[in-house]
């Protein structure tokens, strides 16, 4: 079935948002179900499958007192081969598909990963949101399973730039932080997917976030995601809000800092995250604009 039609696997309506784009055909498309009481694992997980996009989102109602009601929700997400604990684009898509019902403002969403505040704007007439993620972590990771990530995407050990030393970080999803020495070594990405898929389903990983510096505040990134059935992400919140983390971590960026990344460019889907990091707050915010897709004819 084409990922632009409507999945059948429910009569639920099923919205289709791009996230990190004002343009439908650019950033990170999510399907997003705005209600999904009633609806079961193998339910969400047929309907994400059926319309192939990295990550769906699907809303009930939130736990008691979360917040406001008709602007707090639990929120799952499903890839087209599992749940996952927080998907950042589709929470942007959410968002700004809620917005368009509701108007902009706060909303907070009850995640498996915790709670996660997003900020509504409109501006320039498009909306734009920011989330809040949980706070984050950055970890070492083993010189053995670098070696085996560098072998599963065919990368030499020579490729990887040194100043950014490869870690596990942490914004609500895991990641591993690889950085690429040139703009050349991140464009070109022809991997093993299921030696790559293997090593991440045992080390716990959401996606590789393949990183190159730009400057001192620009980077350009990508993300494989073969344990979501996705051969690559084009635009990853979850993966932002964990990269700034690992940047703060590292002395990689000041304290307080707006990062831009690019991703998608390489796909023909080009998205641009913002990434900013507060003094005094450990998590991590990232924001983006959102637009529907149009249903095909």
Request: aromatic share 6%.
């Amino acid at each position: 079935m084409s990922p632009h039609s409507a999945p059948a696997a429910s009569s639920r309506e099923v919205l289709r948002y791009t996230a990190f784009s004002t343009d439908p055909g650019g950033g990170n498309p999510a399907g997003v179900v705005l209600d999904a009481a009633g609806l079961g694992d193998d339910a969400m997980l047929a309907i994400a499958a059926e319309l192939g996009y990295s990550e769906s989102a699907f809303l009930t109602a939130p736990p008691e007192g979360l917040g406001e009601p008709g602007r707090a929700f639990t929120v799952r997400y499903f890839s087209p081969k599992a749940e996952v604990p927080f998907c950042g684009h589709a929470t942007v898509a959410t968002a700004v598909a809620l917005a368009e019902r509701t108007g902009p403002g706060d909303l907070v969403f009850a995640t498996r990963a915790g709670t996660v505040p997003v900020r509504v704007a409109e501006r320039d007439g498009a909306l734009r949101a920011t989330l809040t993620s949980v706070e984050p972590y950055v970890t070492e990771v083993g010189s053995q399973d670098v070696r085996e990530a560098l072998a599963a995407l065919r990368w030499p050990a020579t490729d990887l730039d040194p100043a950014l030393p490869s870690r596990i970080a942490f914004a609500g999803a895991r990641h591993l932080v690889l950085a690429a020495a040139t703009r050349a070594r991140l464009a070109d990405l022809s991997y093993d997917f299921e030696r790559l898929e293997k090593l991440m389903l045992r080390l716990d990983l959401t996606t590789v976030q393949l990183v190159w510096r730009e400057s001192a505040t620009v980077f350009h990134v990508r993300d494989p995601f073969p344990v979501g059935g996705v051969v690559e992400d084009p635009a990853t919140g979850a993966a932002a809000a964990a990269f700034g983390a690992y940047a703060r971590e590292l002395g990689v960026v000041p304290g307080e800092s707006v990062l831009t990344l690019h991703q998608g460019t390489d796909m023909g889907r080009p998205g641009v995250l913002t990434v900013e990091l507060r003094p005094g707050d450990p998590r991590v915010r990232v924001s983006g604009a959102g637009a529907r897709i149009p249903d095909m004819p």
